[in-house]
């Protein structure tokens, strides 16, 4: 597709502005907790909300999705660390949002499970993505199928770019 050099440029700006804006709005981080803090009734998961990382939120959302789930499922699940994973439940552990179980027959083995206190606020968690799915889908339609697939296409080849840079 031939482009006069100065369209390009155009263009090239307007994707780099673009990013720039989404990159330095509210973190994902923000987001999450001034969503969440409006709507959490109980005041001692708003006390420990401050506390809490987003990658604590997503780790608490796969615990919450299994009945009872061993780190390295988690980390498998999620892309990171079985130390990323040891960490941040340990933090969970200590503020009441999970418990974990061991086997009596394999003490090496430790399964994690939401408490209530995880429970309530895992699912406002969900909540909040489900509302921010919403509005995706919503803008998502306002494009044809094949515009989308340029987006994809330039995104993923833009992503692996980055990673092979660094």
């Known amino acids: 597709m031939p482009y006069k050099n100065d369209d390009m440029l155009e263009l090239k700006n307007r994707i780099e502005n673009s990013m720039y804006r989404i990159l330095i709005s509210e973190s994902e981080e ?59 439940t340990r933090k969970l552990l200590d503020q009441g949002l999970i418990r974990k179980t061991q086997l009596p027959d394999n003490q090496k083995e430790v399964y994690f499970s939401v408490t209530p206190l995880g429970d309530e606020l895992a699912g406002l968690h969900r909540l909040f993505h489900e509302e921010k799915d919403q509005k995706v889908t919503k803008l998502l339609a306002s494009f044809d199928t094949a515009s989308l697939e340029i987006v994809a296409d330039f995104l993923e080849k833009l992503a692996g770019m980055h990673h092979t840079s660094s």
């Open 30 to 88: 923000d987001q999450d907790r001034l969503w969440l803090m409006e709507r959490i009734s109980d005041e001692r998961l708003k006390g420990l909300l401050p506390h809490l990382s987003v990658s604590s939120l997503h780790v608490l959302d796969v615990i919450h999705l299994h009945d009872s789930i061993k780190g390295i499922d988690i980390a498998r699940d999620m892309g990171i660390t079985k130390g990323a994973v040891s960490k941040i």
